[in-house]
């Protein structure tokens, strides 16, 4: 059985990010709901647990609480910030509101350095804090292991050498060594191997698939991006000709998006590709639609028609493949709230509808984004698909402002070109969440040779995000910049002047529309 540390969420942000530090220490992590009983995580067999941190107090009433049966398991348990509070209220010791919030960077004192958490650090470190309450009196068999400005109790560790708490937060970059310590919680602590990698992975998840399937056959809609390819390479190792991909060109598609998918997975990789151009019926049903909402809808409404029918045409099939990746499937504790869980589901997915009666296959339903880019590349997918940054599944459709035409669908088609390669060319386009071309179809006054042109505006957004969320717009070399703009107005038709779009998110969004 995998070895496997199990996280307790009790709606801290940053619950999934501890599962992923977790993770790139080569050891596999789930989350599960605080209150899970400890019934059922001993069945989970987990070589360690931790207790994420949350927005509640340990003595509110409604404050969410682990099963106290799971201190009784014989397992390591590590509290992270609420989750040392509750490790200490539990066990007896005392919580109480601090006087003041202890918030941002603190310096962390090493007392015990025999502690297994710090091995092999420095005595003094760098961590980051985010809490009100504070632990005032030890839990009996504890002792501080490190202290802050601000705290005496910043880390603890009982004489069982199994139960740890840390005040601050080791899982966020602003602890720069806090990877060191969960590396050694996970190792020394628990006892974990570096047995979970990719490459691991694919053995394991073709086995799994095989398992599934059987001898049925499976239908998947391949987007071109990252998670339905993998999904598909991944799929296509496991059952081969048992696969077949329906890629739809909704005529919003970027300039080569079509021919670069036919020709990875349809000449490269040998899968059974249906291909459906659908450009007149989606580009039919926009002309003089100018809305932005409407136009998702148009083009949401009008990708499920296609796609049954295609499906029809693919024969029958037992199974719909997905590229549901492990955040989408996390429940989400409502305290505090996880907002990514909400917003998601708001564009992913689009929905296909429910009368479709497929059985789901999710084979990434268990990993993060990071880890199936890294699954592509252990397929032999190209870097140009499994790096490649987020692209809104209804298209060039939300970056034309106004009515989407062929002619604007050109003219912004070879101004995102020449984004794309320039971005590539100057290493950027791997630094950003993404960078993209915007057409506004607005005409001002300008001058070429001896010409006065009156023509549209390119805006340029580039952002740095971690997850979409939120974003921040990037400070671009202005060589780049320049370069951007004059290759765009002189070799774009169309196009008379480049503005950049400097709004962070909020209050913008990515997208324009
Ligand atoms: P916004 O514009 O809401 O975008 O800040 C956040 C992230 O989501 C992407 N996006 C979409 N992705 N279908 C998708 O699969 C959509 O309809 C959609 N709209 C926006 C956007 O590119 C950004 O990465």
Redesign the pocket.
């Known amino acids: 059985m995998l070895e496997q540390i199990v996280i307790l969420d009790f709606g801290s942000q940053y619950t999934q990010v501890i599962a992923r530090r977790i993770r790139e220490c080569n050891v596999y992590s789930v989350i599960v709901r605080y209150d899970t009983p400890a019934a059922e995580l001993k069945a989970m067999a987990p070589r360690g647990l931790i207790l994420s941190g949350g927005p509640s107090s340990v003595y509110a009433a409604n404050a969410p609480r682990p099963d106290a049966g799971i201190f009784e398991l014989g397992v390591p348990v590590l509290g992270i910030c609420y989750g040392l509070q509750l490790l200490a209220h539990f066990l007896g010791g005392k919580v109480e509101r601090g006087s003041k919030r202890e918030y941002g960077k603190g310096t962390l004192r090493v007392l015990d350095s025999f502690c297994p958490l710090f091995a092999n650090l420095p005595e003094t470190l760098q961590v980051w804090n985010s809490h009100g309450d504070k632990l005032t009196r030890l839990p009996r068999g504890f002792k501080s292991v490190a202290v802050t400005e601000n705290s005496d109790y910043a880390a603890i560790e009982h004489e069982n050498g199994k139960f740890f708490g840390l005040q601050f937060h080791p899982e966020v970059v602003h602890t720069p060594c806090g990877r060191e310590i969960i590396a050694n919680y996970v190792h020394n602590v628990c006892g974990c191997g570096k047995n979970w990698t990719m490459h691991n992975y694919i053995e394991q998840a073709v086995e799994a698939i095989r398992r599934e399937v059987g001898s049925e056959r499976v239908i998947l809609g391949l987007s071109g991006g990252v998670d339905s390819s993998v999904a598909a390479a991944l799929i296509h190792k496991a059952i081969g000709d048992q696969l077949t991909c329906i890629f739809v060109n909704n005529g919003v598609l970027r300039g080569r998006e079509a021919e670069v998918v036919r020709e990875v997975f349809g000449r490269h990789f040998r899968i059974k590709l249906q291909y459906e151009d659908a450009t007149r019926l989606f580009l039919r049903r926009l002309k003089g639609v100018t809305n932005p909402e409407r136009k998702?809808k148009i083009i949401g409404k009008t990708f499920i028609e296609v796609f049954e029918e295609a499906t029809r045409r693919a024969g029958k099939a037992r199974f719909l493949a997905q590229g549901t990746l492990y955040p989408d499937v996390i429940e989400s504790v409502p305290i505090g709230g996880n907002p990514a869980a909400m917003?998601k589901s708001h564009?992913?997915v689009?929905g296909l509808p429910k009368k479709m009666r497929f059985q789901l296959l999710e084979p990434l339903k268990c990993l993060f984004k990071d880890e199936v880019r890294e699954l592509g590349l252990e397929l032999g997918l190209p870097r140009e698909i499994v790096l490649r940054q987020?692209?809104?599944?209804?298209g060039l459709a939300?970056r034309i402002l106004g009515e989407v035409t062929p002619a604007r669908l050109e003219i912004l088609r070879n101004a995102d070109r020449i984004v794309v390669e320039e971005m590539k060319n100057s290493g950027w386009y791997y630094k950003v969440?993404?960078s993209f071309a915007v057409l506004l179809p607005v005409r001002s006054v300008g001058v070429m040779g001896d010409e006065r042109t009156y023509d549209y505006t390119i805006a340029i957004r580039a952002v740095e995000?971690q997850d979409?969320m939120t974003?921040d717009w990037v400070k671009l070399p202005y060589d780049l910049m320049e370069r951007l703009s004059s290759r765009i107005i002189n070799e774009v038709k169309g196009v008379n002047r480049v503005c950049f779009d400097i709004t962070s998110?909020p209050p913008g969004?990515?997208?324009w529309e």
């Open positions: 998702r917003i564009h992913n689009g987020p692209f809104p599944g209804p939300v969440w993404q995000s979409g974003a998110k969004t990515i997208e």
